[in-house]
């Protein structure tokens, strides 16, 4: 059974920082796309960032500049460094690992990022 959990968020001000984390476990395989989504109050769930196999990075035009996704060599953990933050980038952060060639797609239950001003 795959697992998948996050880590790192949590209150932070307006211009600070914070890192968070993501593990799949229970995997016998690596993912070819894993990215990080987040929903804001009364908003849709939204991409973040992804990185391909490549290590191609894409970004939502609102955190290019300020975020930046990595993960490790195993291609079943993602990280996202999160810079310079926002009162619009609070919500629920949702980490996600997809291997669409099997049909796979997985989701993290969130974690929360709040940013105070």
């Known amino acids: 059974q795959v697992q998948v959990v996050e880590s790192g968020g949590g209150l932070v001000q307006a211009g600070g920082s914070l890192r968070l984390s993501c593990a799949a476990s229970?995997?016998?395989?690596?993912?070819?796309?894993m990215g990080w989504y987040r929903q804001g109050p009364g908003q849709q769930r939204e991409l973040v960032a992804s990185?391909?196999?490549?290590?191609?990075?894409n970004y939502a035009d609102s955190v290019k500049g300020r975020f930046t996704i990595s993960g490790g060599n195993a291609q079943n953990t993602v990280y996202l460094q999160m810079n310079n933050l926002k009162p619009e980038d609070a919500g629920v952060y949702y980490c996600?690992?997809?291997?669409?060639?099997?049909?796979?797609?997985?989701w993290g239950k969130g974690t929360l990022v709040a940013v105070s001003t």
């Open positions: 996600n690992f997809k291997k669409p060639t099997f049909g796979m797609n997985y």
């Open positions: 229970g995997t016998i395989f690596s993912f070819d796309v």
């Open positions: 990185i391909d196999r490549e290590g191609v990075a």
